[in-house]
């Protein structure tokens, strides 16, 4: 849960970064689309977001079925 919330708000707070640099966020001449990028990155290696959501759903199953 900790992971599926940190990475979602890092993608949410870098997308809003580079709404907020306007056509300069989108381009490569500053650091805020590569901090979008990156944090994108989070939600997928180490096993991507949706597979850690269907194990705790499991988990949450299993235990209501105790
Ligand atoms: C830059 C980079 C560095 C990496 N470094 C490492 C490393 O050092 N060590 C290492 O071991 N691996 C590393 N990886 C691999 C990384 O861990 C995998 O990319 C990651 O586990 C996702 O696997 P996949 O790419 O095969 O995507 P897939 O598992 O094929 O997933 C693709 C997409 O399918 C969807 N999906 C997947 N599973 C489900 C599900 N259960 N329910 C619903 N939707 C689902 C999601 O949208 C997901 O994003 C790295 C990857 C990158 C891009």
């Known amino acids: 849960m900790a992971k599926i ?3 979602q708000a890092a993608v949410d707070n870098a997308n809003r970064a580079v709404q907020l640099h306007g056509g300069l966020g989108y381009t490569t001449e500053y650091h805020v689309e590569r901090y979008l990028r990156d944090a994108k ?3 997928i290696a180490g096993g991507p ?3 850690h959501k269907d194990t705790l759903a499991k988990a949450v199953i299993e235990q209501d079925g105790e």
């Open 5 to 7: 919330n940190a990475t």
């Open 41 to 43: 990155l989070l939600t």
């Open 49 to 51: 977001n949706e597979g």
